[in-house]
């Protein structure tokens, strides 16, 4: 049959239109990520780019900080916002790719070891010194997780995020009970919530690091921080630590009692439906990163005014570690790319000197029931809606003798990502705490 | 006989003055197929080389990329997470045949009948097909949610499973929504096949006293074997290299109840940052998906270069 | 017309007589257990984060809010579905065009060079794309296309090749040499023989692959997942899985960006059904 598109000129027409068309449109991709749409500020300065984690209030705090900055004069810097856990893997295909961007989002720790080691992120060491006051003006335990082999490659940003337990008031009214101050209160109470119907804690087993949290309390309340010291030195067979064995029995029991909510290995915390759980009352404790204050404060900010209370994790009968001491990540930090341009870098550079942790974003952390990691912020908090949250975790961070970085920012990535795993297996009961050690040992130095 | 209705076409034979022929006509046929075998060669068959090479290397995605010997083969080969990701994978593509393929069938000879109300059905039956892995998986999220979801809606407890977390049912959840997602292309491959085969056939087993189940198993099928080997194929291979909507659904998880052989290779390259590792278990997944072909075409015993319509 | 309908008819249309009430039965009961989830998926749109926490998940909503969409419209769905627009055509096109010259070639001719491409191309539906990431990664950073369409299109292209030339050359095969004899003798060249009499003769199966193909890339996730990195690059896939996230347990408009993404292909469906039924099952009941 014949039909119109088999004559030859106009199909080969068509087709090569549609091809260039195509290629052509898409070709206009190929230079790298060039700052699109940067915001209208003052004439002076070149671009750089940034990218961040998306979730309020963190988000719309950088957002305005950002654009107050681009008003200075002193550079453009466009924001791309990512998801939690596939901005872990971006990140790093960027950074591969050579397209990274100028500041680098991250948690110090292994990660940025390993950023260093390649060479990817400038040593800002002589920077900062030469920067007269520069590193006062932040909170001086953060600088830990950025130094490495003393040499400091970050810098500190957004609030300190020390791991608490959050609690639902009115259920414990309900059931006659208080807030736990020992782990055999945790068991106790295990059994009351269930019996009232309602989960005793809510967890995003799916993200994982969610049920790391729980395992790093209590290794560090039954052995003290000398057992997480030990792994992380890569000293042979650490993960055997009768410590590391009595805590995941302890966390299996606890999952045996039906202490987490049904179905938590498949609630993800990256959409905050963990978070859910806990302010419409389905669970009545929940142990998460004091991030999770200000995210249910802007889902649910009567809940947080009125319904919540909060605590640092029971400490353990016979354990060795200090109930002081705390976990979680000391702060949030950006890095340099090595492989940007020197106009980019001196913007970059900019921002952190006047655009970071300007009053009005110390405020804005603090409005938002975060407690920033500047060193000016502990004079703003009386007064403040939060105050009470904010003090307190002020209060631990500044008097914990001992802050335990993420073990899965502190470790090396194929570190951690098999340590993620493994634990994800121990909350399913599919690995004994012998076999936990077994496979982590295994990973010891990589 | 095949009716052909370019007669008049080639018959009229105008054109522009006839090419120097012969000389050049090998020539010209390489040259056709030129663009398409460039492309092939630099972006699948080079890429194959690639990750040959890489699996000898200990990458991490942001250094520079060295040499590492067997290092990354023996971390592979030892890995217990290896030979469970191989398990499942093999797993998973037996019961997705074997869920698959009797559905479809059935279903691709019932809608082939003529009646209007079928051919109504066929439209609907379409429909998940022309959803993307990401959204089906996105739209099975929130539906299996054990507290928000279906369950909850229909008021039946049973429902109400830990589809997502329960590392079983986790597996079995998967199986469910691939087949979801592909009986409705199975089904028109077999719709198209039954459509070929002639009422001759048929009727003439009717007059011989046959039912309907015993025409069924002794015309329909042998009729479908190229089509079953064709359906099967893409099935197979392509459950072979499942990724999106399992990536989307589950990432692997729980645990590593879900994490099959390309899903284990990405969280390795990925997230481990292992990309010597990672390659690895890509030619993995190369010699398996190979072994299969082969293994298919010996079995269906098709020789490419005859035509079906022999005999007909 | 062409030569898929064999002489008489088929078993389309045969069965009169006895009813088959289990075939019935069953095709109800999977027509339920499809419609179901895509019933779901578009009530839920139309209700509010709120209600959706607190109603019963397959109630109607009423009234029926808008929201959702209005909040994934905003959120440039647009640029999205333009970018997957490009991709697949750009992807498509250049398929079906290097696949049927080279399927012709492949069919007619018998040179080495030919004869080592059929083998290459029959290896490579072996070769699984999720396989050959990482060096087309590597390329791809090297040829400084990363983040770009482009980097989805040109791997795209080479792996829809061995499928499509698959299926031409299936069908080439048929098309009986004499036809082309006849042509030779008019004076015609291969180019035109390939144009005039095999590209009109191969069209059902060139609709099919280019549909397939054109479906494979339209919802193609790992190679955008790797190989692009700006919002603005985002394909439909990618961006559906970015709303999932933004939109945190906003399920309402994490959904209506699902059925957005379907509604264009939808559209496409109920326009060309029946052309694209028939190549499907033309290209595939062989």
Same mark, same amino acid.
């Given at each position: 049959?014949?039909?119109?598109?088999?004559? =030859?000129?106009?199909?080969?027409?068509?087709?090569?239109?549609?091809?260039?068309?195509?290629?052509?449109?898409?070709?206009?991709?190929?230079?790298?990520?060039?700052?699109?749409?940067?915001?209208?500020?003052?004439?002076?300065?070149?671009?750089?780019?940034?990218?961040?984690?998306?979730?309020?209030?963190?988000?719309?705090? =950088?957002?305005?900080?950002?654009?107050?900055?681009?008003?200075?004069?002193?550079?453009?810097?466009?924001?791309?916002?990512?998801?939690?856990?596939?901005?872990?893997?971006?990140? =790093?295909?960027?950074?591969?790719?050579?397209?990274?961007?100028?500041?680098?989002?991250?948690?110090?720790?292994?990660?940025?070891?390993?950023?260093?080691?390649?060479?990817?992120?400038?040593?800002?060491?002589?920077?900062?010194?030469?920067?007269?006051?520069?590193?006062?003006?932040?909170?001086?335990?953060?600088?830990?997780?950025?130094?490495?082999?003393?040499?400091?490659?970050?810098?500190?940003?957004?609030?300190?995020?020390?791991?608490?337990?959050?609690?639902?008031?009115?259920?414990?009214?309900?059931?006659?009970?208080?807030?736990?101050?020992?782990?055999?209160?945790?068991?106790?109470?295990?059994?009351?919530?269930?019996?009232?119907?309602?989960?005793?804690?809510?967890?995003?087993?799916?993200?994982?690091?969610?049920?790391?949290?729980?395992?790093?309390?209590? !290794?560090?309340?039954?052995?003290?921080?000398?057992?997480?010291?030990?792994?992380?030195?890569?000293?042979?067979?650490?993960?055997?630590?009768?410590?590391?064995?009595?805590?995941?029995?302890?966390?299996?029991?606890?999952?045996?009692?039906?202490?987490?909510?049904?179905?938590?290995?498949?609630?993800?915390?990256?959409?905050?439906?963990?978070?859910?759980?806990?302010?419409?009352?389905?669970?009545?404790?929940?142990?998460?990163?004091?991030?999770?204050?200000?995210?249910?404060?802007?889902?649910?900010?009567?809940?947080?005014?009125?319904?919540?209370?909060?605590?640092?994790?029971?400490?353990?009968?016979?354990?060795?570690?200090?109930?002081?001491?705390?976990?979680?990540?000391?702060?949030?930090?950006?890095?340099?790319?090595?492989?940007?341009?020197?106009?980019?870098?001196?913007?970059?550079?900019?921002?952190?000197?006047?655009? !970071?942790?300007?009053?009005?974003?110390?405020?804005?952390?603090?409005?938002?029931?975060?407690?920033?990691?500047?060193?000016?912020?502990?004079?703003?908090?009386?007064?403040?809606?939060?105050?009470?949250?904010?003090?307190?975790?002020?209060?631990?961070?500044?008097?914990?003798?001992?802050?335990?970085?993420?073990?899965?920012?502190?470790?090396?990535?194929?570190?951690?990502?098999?340590?993620?795993?493994?634990?994800?297996?121990?909350?399913?009961?599919?690995?004994?705490?012998?076999?936990?050690?077994?496979?982590?040992?295994?990973?010891?130095?990589? | 006989?095949?009716?052909?209705?370019?007669?008049?076409?080639?018959?009229?034979?105008?054109?522009?003055?006839?090419?120097?022929?012969?000389?050049?006509?090998?020539?010209?046929?390489?040259?056709?197929?030129?663009?398409?075998?460039?492309?092939?060669?630099?972006?699948?068959?080079?890429?194959?080389?690639?990750?040959?090479?890489?699996?000898?290397?200990?990458?991490?995605?942001?250094?520079?990329?060295?040499?590492?010997?067997?290092?990354?083969?023996?971390?592979?080969?030892?890995?217990?997470?290896?030979?469970?990701?191989?398990?499942?994978?093999?797993?998973?593509?037996?019961?997705?045949?074997?869920?698959?393929?009797?559905?479809?069938?059935?279903?691709?000879?019932?809608?082939?009948?003529?009646?209007?109300?079928?051919?109504?059905?066929?439209?609907?039956? *379409?429909?998940?097909?022309?959803?993307?892995?990401?959204?089906?998986?996105?739209?099975?999220?929130?539906?299996?949610?054990?507290? *928000?979801?279906?369950?909850?809606?229909?008021?039946?407890?049973?429902?109400?499973?830990?589809?997502?977390?329960?590392?079983?049912?986790?597996?079995?959840?998967?199986?469910?929504?691939?087949?979801?997602?592909?009986?409705? *292309?199975?089904?028109?491959?077999?719709?198209?096949?039954?459509?070929?085969?002639?009422?001759?056939?048929?009727?003439?087993?009717?007059?011989?006293?046959?039912?309907?189940?015993?025409?069924?198993?002794?015309?329909?099928?042998?009729?479908?074997?190229?089509?079953?080997?064709?359906?099967?194929?893409?099935?197979?291979?392509?459950?072979?290299?499942?990724?999106?909507?399992?990536?989307?659904?589950?990432?692997?998880?729980?645990?590593?109840?879900?994490?099959?052989?390309?899903?284990?290779?990405?969280?390795?390259?990925?997230?481990?940052?292992?990309?010597?590792?990672?390659?690895?278990?890509?030619?993995?997944?190369?010699?398996?998906?190979?072994?299969?072909?082969?293994?298919?075409?010996?079995?269906?015993?098709?020789?490419?270069?005859?035509?079906?319509?022999?005999?007909? | 017309?062409?030569?898929?309908?064999?002489?008489?008819?088929?078993?389309?249309?045969?069965?009169?007589?006895?009813?088959?009430?289990?075939?019935?039965? #069953?095709?109800?009961?999977?027509?339920?257990?499809?419609?179901?989830?895509?019933?779901?998926?578009?009530?839920?749109?139309?209700?509010?984060?709120?209600?959706?926490?607190?109603?019963?998940?397959?109630?109607?909503?009423?009234?029926?809010?808008?929201?959702?969409?209005?909040?994934?419209?905003?959120?440039?769905?647009?640029?999205?579905?333009?970018?997957?627009?490009?991709?697949?055509?750009?992807?498509?096109?250049?398929?079906?065009?290097?696949?049927?010259?080279?399927?012709?070639?492949?069919?007619?001719?018998?040179?080495?060079?030919?004869?080592?491409?059929?083998?290459?191309?029959?290896?490579?539906?072996?070769?699984?794309?999720?396989?050959?990431?990482?060096?087309?990664? #590597?390329?791809?950073?090297?040829?400084?296309?990363?983040?770009?369409?482009?980097?989805?299109?040109?791997?795209?292209?080479?792996?829809?090749?061995?499928?499509?030339?698959?299926?031409?050359?299936?069908?080439?095969?048929?098309?009986?040499?004499?036809?082309?004899?006849?042509?030779?003798?008019?004076?015609?060249?291969?180019?035109?023989?390939?144009?005039?009499?095999?590209?009109?003769?191969?069209?059902?199966?060139?609709?099919?692959?280019?549909?397939?193909?054109?479906?494979?890339?339209?919802?193609?996730?790992?190679?955008?997942?790797?190989?692009?990195?700006?919002?603005?690059?985002?394909?439909?896939?990618?961006?559906?899985?970015?709303?999932?996230?933004?939109?945190?347990?906003?399920?309402?408009?994490?959904?209506?960006?699902?059925?957005?993404?379907?509604?264009?292909? #939808?559209?496409?469906?109920?326009?060309?059904?029946?052309?694209? #039924?028939?190549?499907?099952?033309?290209?595939?009941?062989?």
């Amino acid at each position: 049959m014949t039909s119109p598109i088999t004559s =030859r000129r106009s199909f080969l027409g068509l087709a090569a239109a549609s091809t260039l068309g195509a290629f052509g449109l898409a070709a206009c991709g190929t230079s790298g990520p060039a700052p699109s749409g940067g915001a209208s500020g003052g004439g002076g300065g070149g671009t750089a780019t940034m990218w961040a984690l998306t979730g309020q209030p963190a988000e719309g705090i =950088r957002k305005n900080a950002v654009e107050a900055f681009n008003k200075l004069g002193k550079g453009t810097i466009t924001v791309t916002t990512f998801q939690n856990d596939p901005y872990k893997a971006k990140i =790093r295909t960027a950074i591969g790719a050579g397209e990274a961007p100028t500041l680098i989002y991250g948690w110090g720790g292994g990660i940025l070891k390993s950023y260093a080691d390649a060479d990817q992120v400038e040593d800002l060491t002589s920077w900062i010194e030469q920067t007269s006051g520069f590193k006062e003006r932040f909170l001086p335990s953060t600088w830990g997780a950025a130094t490495l082999g003393g040499k400091i490659f970050a810098v500190p940003i957004q609030s300190t995020q020390p791991v608490l337990m959050y609690y639902n008031k009115s259920l414990f009214e309900k059931a006659g009970a208080q807030p736990p101050t020992t782990w055999d209160d945790v068991m106790k109470l295990v059994e009351v919530f269930n019996g009232q119907g309602v989960a005793p804690f809510s967890l995003g087993g799916q993200s994982k690091w969610t049920s790391m949290m729980w395992l790093e309390y209590l !290794l560090d309340r039954i052995g003290g921080p000398d057992v997480f010291d030990a792994i992380f030195a890569n000293k042979a067979d650490a993960w055997s630590d009768p410590a590391v064995l009595e805590s995941c029995t302890k966390i299996q029991d606890l999952v045996k009692a039906n202490g987490f909510i049904k179905g938590f290995s498949s609630i993800a915390a990256d959409t905050n439906a963990d978070q859910a759980l806990l302010y419409t009352g389905k669970a009545a404790m929940m142990l998460h990163g004091s991030w999770a204050y200000g995210g249910m404060k802007d889902a649910n900010p009567d809940f947080v005014a009125n319904g919540l209370q909060v605590g640092n994790f029971p400490s353990v009968n016979g354990g060795k570690g200090d109930p002081a001491n705390i976990v979680g990540n000391p702060a949030n930090y950006f890095s340099i790319s090595a492989k940007a341009t020197d106009a980019e870098k001196e913007v970059a550079k900019a921002y952190l000197t006047d655009g !970071l942790f300007t009053d009005a974003e110390v405020q804005a952390w603090i409005d938002a029931g975060q407690m920033p990691v500047a060193a000016s912020a502990s004079d703003k908090l009386a007064g403040t809606a939060d105050a009470t949250f904010l003090q307190l975790v002020f209060d631990l961070v500044s008097r914990a003798p001992n802050f335990q970085q993420s073990w899965d920012q502190a470790l090396s990535p194929g570190q951690a990502e098999t340590l993620l795993t493994n634990i994800d297996q121990l909350f399913l009961l599919k690995l004994s705490p012998e076999q936990f050690a077994t496979a982590m040992n295994a990973t010891i130095g990589k | 006989m095949s009716v052909l209705t370019t007669d008049t076409e080639a018959g009229t034979g105008a054109g522009p003055a006839p090419a120097p022929a012969a000389a050049s006509r090998p020539t010209r046929l390489d040259l056709l197929v030129l663009p398409a075998l460039i492309f092939f060669i630099a972006f699948a068959f080079i890429p194959m080389i690639g990750v040959l090479l890489l699996s000898f290397t200990d990458w991490d995605g942001i250094s520079a990329i060295s040499f590492a010997g067997f290092a990354s083969w023996r971390q592979v080969f030892t890995d217990p997470g290896t030979y469970h990701a191989l398990w499942l994978t093999l797993a998973l593509m037996i019961v997705t045949w074997l869920v698959q393929t009797p559905i479809s069938l059935l279903l691709g000879v019932f809608v082939a009948g003529h009646q209007r109300y079928r051919a109504a059905l066929a439209v609907l039956y *379409f429909l998940p097909l022309l959803l993307s892995s990401a959204a089906v998986a996105i739209a099975f999220k929130s539906l299996l949610d054990p507290n *928000f979801g279906l369950a909850a809606g229909l008021h039946l407890p049973f429902l109400a499973q830990d589809w997502l977390g329960d590392p079983t049912l986790a597996f079995v959840t998967v199986v469910f929504v691939i087949a979801w997602q592909f009986i409705p *292309f199975h089904t028109l491959i077999y719709q198209g096949g039954v459509r070929q085969i002639p009422v001759s056939m048929y009727e003439a087993a009717q007059i011989d006293g046959a039912g309907r189940i015993r025409q069924f198993f002794s015309i329909t099928i042998p009729q479908l074997k190229y089509t079953i080997i064709t359906s099967s194929t893409l099935m197979l291979v392509g459950s072979l290299t499942y990724f999106d909507l399992i990536f989307v659904l589950t990432g692997g998880g729980p645990g590593d109840a879900t994490r099959i052989l390309a899903l284990d290779m990405y969280i390795t390259g990925f997230k481990a940052n292992q990309m010597g590792a990672a390659s690895v278990i890509a030619l993995i997944l190369v010699v398996f998906g190979l072994a299969l072909t082969l293994g298919i075409q010996r079995l269906g015993g098709t020789d490419r270069g005859a035509s079906q319509m022999e005999g007909m | 017309m062409t030569t898929m309908t064999v002489a008489g008819r088929t078993s389309a249309t045969r069965v009169k007589g006895r009813h088959n009430y289990l075939g019935g039965l #069953l095709s109800w009961i999977w027509l339920a257990v499809i419609i179901l989830p895509i019933y779901y998926v578009v009530i839920t749109t139309f209700k509010n984060q709120g209600d959706y926490f607190s109603s019963n998940p397959l109630s109607l909503p009423i009234p029926p809010s808008f929201t959702a969409y209005s909040q994934v419209i905003k959120a440039d769905i647009g640029l999205y579905f333009m970018n997957s627009v490009i991709v697949t055509i750009g992807t498509v096109v250049p398929v079906v065009l290097f696949g049927f010259l080279a399927s012709y070639a492949i069919v007619r001719g018998n040179s080495r060079l030919l004869r080592y491409s059929r083998w290459l191309f029959l290896l490579g539906l072996a070769i699984p794309l999720q396989a050959t990431i990482i060096p087309i990664y #590597l390329i791809i950073t090297k040829i400084h296309m990363y983040d770009s369409l482009g980097a989805l299109i040109l791997p795209s292209i080479a792996f829809g090749l061995p499928l499509t030339v698959l299926i031409l050359s299936n069908f080439l095969r048929d098309v009986p040499k004499e036809l082309f004899e006849s042509m030779r003798l008019d004076g015609c060249t291969d180019w035109q023989m390939a144009w005039r009499l095999a590209f009109p003769l191969t069209r059902p199966a060139v609709v099919t692959v280019g549909i397939y193909n054109g479906l494979n890339v339209w919802n193609g996730f790992l190679f955008p997942l790797i190989l692009t990195q700006s919002p603005d690059k985002r394909v439909m896939p990618l961006a559906l899985w970015a709303f999932q996230g933004e939109y945190s347990v906003n399920i309402p408009a994490v959904l209506a960006a699902v059925v957005l993404s379907t509604v264009p292909i #939808l559209v496409l469906y109920v326009v060309g059904r029946r052309q694209l #039924l028939s190549g499907l099952t033309a290209g595939f009941g062989k």
